[in-house]
Structures are given as C-alpha cells and as structure tokens.
C-alpha cells in the first residue's frame, strides 16, 4: 500500500502519517525531515539544502527526486510506503510516477487533509521539536507534560527556523500555488480520500488515522 500525505503547513500530516505508520507498519518518509537531518549533520546534501529550507522555499527538483528515489528503493519500502511532503509540485508528482512505475508499483492513495487558514497558523507557531529525538509536540494540541521539555529526553524543545509567520506565509503561498495542483492532479487519478481535520469539529489526527486504517482493513 503506497499513500501519500497531503495537505497545507500544520495540517497534521506527520501526525497522520506516524499513526498509520504504526498501524499499517510501513515506513514513514518525510523529506521535509530527511533534509532537516542532513543539515543538523553537515551532509553535502544537507547545504545545497539549507539554503532554501531556511528561507521556507522548495529546494530544486532534481536534488529532491534524486534523493526521494534511492529511498524508495530501499528493502524497508518493499510493502509500501507513506510519503509526507512529496510531491510539492507538478513535476515531482510525474516523477514519483516515473520512479514507481521503475519499481512496478503506483500510488494507491493519497490522504489530503483540510484545516482551516486562522486554525494552520496558529498551529504551526505552537510547534516545537525535541532537538535530539525530533518528536513533535504542539503547545496547543499535544503538549509535553512538562512546560517545554520534551517526555522522553527530558531536553529542552526547540522551534523549527522555518515556523516564523513571515516563512510560512512563503510555505503557503507555495502551496496554494505548486502543491493545489498536485491534489487536483490525483483527483483526476480517482485515488484522493479528503479528510477535514480541525478543532473548530472536534476532529484530530487520531481520528482520522482509525477511519483510514478501519477502510484499509476492511
Ligand atoms: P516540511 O517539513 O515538509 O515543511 O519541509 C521543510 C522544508 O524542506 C520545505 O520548506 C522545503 O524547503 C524542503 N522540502 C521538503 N519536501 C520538499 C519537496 N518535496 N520539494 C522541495 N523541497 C522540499
């Protein structure tokens, strides 16, 4: 089972995608993670990187499929795979068709999550992150037990340098304009599950995730 996470900044869908990781036991790839790993350790790829993560813009297509492909075709993929943050745009979307018709397989269905604009930029300035295991809190949401620490390091909780309201109204305008198309793209396709997801109707990341799994199953 091939699923891809879509869906605006702070929509929930690392959330999603960890839940359904767990349950349906396939890898969660998050390339907005994966860049971040490779700029905190200094990687060649991590300072090509850099300069765009930081300033909230897309890093370049070719660096982005390349390094999407090799992990694709990595054993732990074999069964399938969750992908969060890719495809960003049209182009990414043909190539990820490309590498997964390389690999006799296609996307099976793409999970886009719906959140109103007021509710995504408050919670994206909520966000925080443990700087050494990387588990993702929100101080709204999903608060550690303690003030800013994270449960299971006990270290102090950090904000991504791309959460600054500035940044992310680039990070959305580039939704709206290169990843909308991307949705619309695997509507043609018929493989798109919308699911709203907002304080605003009591419906969270948990919920959504076990009516996913509970279709999935069926
Ligand atoms: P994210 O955690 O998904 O918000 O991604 C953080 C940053 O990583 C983005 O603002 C981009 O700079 C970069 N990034 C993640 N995924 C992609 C992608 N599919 N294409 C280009 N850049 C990406």
């Known amino acids: 089972m091939n699923i891809i996470m879509m869906g605006a900044q702070g929509t929930g869908k690392g959330t999603v995608a960890g839940l359904l990781k767990n349950e349906l036991n396939l890898p969660h790839i998050s390339t907005g993670e994966i860049f971040r790993k490779n700029i905190q350790e200094g990687t060649e790829l991590g300072k090509i990187a850099t300069k765009y993560a930081d300033e909230g813009k897309l890093v370049p297509d070719e660096v982005t499929n390349e390094m999407v492909k090799n992990r694709l075709a990595e054993d732990d993929c074999k069964n399938g795979f969750i ?65 800013e620490i994270c449960d299971d390091c006990g270290v102090e909780l950090t904000s991504r340098v791309d959460d600054t309201e500035e940044k992310l109204k680039i990070r959305l305008d580039t939704f709206h304009t290169q990843t909308k198309p991307v949705i619309d793209y695997y509507r043609e396709h018929g493989v798109v599950r919308d699911e709203e997801i907002s ?20």
């Open 83 to 147: 992908l969060d943050g890719y495809p960003r745009n049209l182009a990414q979307a043909k190539e990820l068709d490309k590498i997964l018709a390389e690999l006799n397989t296609k996307v099976d269905m793409v999970v886009n999550l719906n959140t109103p604009t007021d509710e995504i930029v408050e919670r994206v300035m909520a966000r925080r992150e443990c700087p050494k295991c990387k588990r993702v809190y929100n101080m709204i949401l999903n608060k550690p037990k303690n003030g």
């Open 199 to 218: 304080i605003s109707i009591n419906r969270f990341a948990k919920e959504v995730a076990e009516d996913i799994v509970a279709d999935i199953k069926a």
